[in-house]
């Protein structure tokens, strides 16, 4: 049964950092890129991030390029997302999912947690 858990959010000030992880008890991570959407209140899924199991090879939205840092580590399983600087504007529920190589789409998500999420005051 495919399992992915989310921990890391909080409240945290503008300019501030925090760093998401996605711990996958199964297998998933290896058979899908993994990635990472949010939905803020009253708004829709938004990719955030993604990255190739495999290869290492990220992709970023333009709303976070050079803020966050996708990564992960094959010994625990797990996948990271280090938020630096973050703005009033990032403030959402983050959802570590997984994904097919083709698409960016929420609706082709395979797989999704239960979200963390992450405040940043002004």
């Known amino acids: 049964q495919v399992q992915l858990v989310e921990s890391g959010g909080g409240l945290v000030q503008a300019g501030g950092s925090l760093r998401l992880s996605c711990v996958d008890s199964?297998?998933?991570?290896?058979?899908?890129?993994m990635g990472w959407f949010r939905q803020a209140p009253g708004k829709e899924h938004r990719f955030v991030a993604r990255?190739?199991?495999?290869?290492?090879?990220?992709y970023y939205a333009d709303s976070v390029k050079g803020r966050f840092t996708i990564s992960r580590d094959h010994r625990e399983n797990t996948m990271y997302l280090q938020m630096n600087n973050l703005k009033p504007e990032d403030t959402a529920v983050y959802f570590c999912a997984a994904l097919p190589g083709w698409s960016d789409d929420f609706a082709d998500v395979r797989y999704w947690g239960q979200g963390t999420w992450v405040t940043v005051s002004s």
């Open positions: 199964g297998t998933t991570f290896t058979s899908y890129d």
């Open positions: 990255i190739n199991w495999s290869s290492g090879a990220t």
